[in-house]
């Protein structure tokens, strides 16, 4: 069985256009901005040897690019898009 997070518990945490940080409840973040136009909360390393790390994936749905953390996020990315 399937289980989800009920969205009304789910906190986002952001930084903000001002460059702030900002937390707030995800369907409110998620109806009062567009979180894709938002700043990375933290840098996300690039270990060495690794065959997988960060990147950009360019989406048809905003038109710009979003970054990902590891292959399985740009999976998701990828299949959001359609």
């Known amino acids: 069985m399937l289980r989800c997070a009920d969205p009304d518990l789910v906190e986002a945490h952001f930084i903000g256009e001002a460059g702030e940080a900002a937390q707030m409840?995800?369907?409110?973040?998620?109806?009062?901005?567009?979180?894709?136009?938002?700043a990375p909360v933290w840098e996300i390393p690039i270990l060495k040897g690794l065959r997988v790390g960060p990147g950009w994936w360019w989406t048809a749905t905003n038109g710009g690019m979003v970054r990902y953390e590891f292959g399985a996020m740009r999976t998701q990315l990828m299949m959001l898009d359609f």
Do not use: G, N, T, Y
């Open 25 to 38: 409840p995800w369907l409110q973040a998620a109806s009062e901005m567009r979180l894709e136009d938002c």
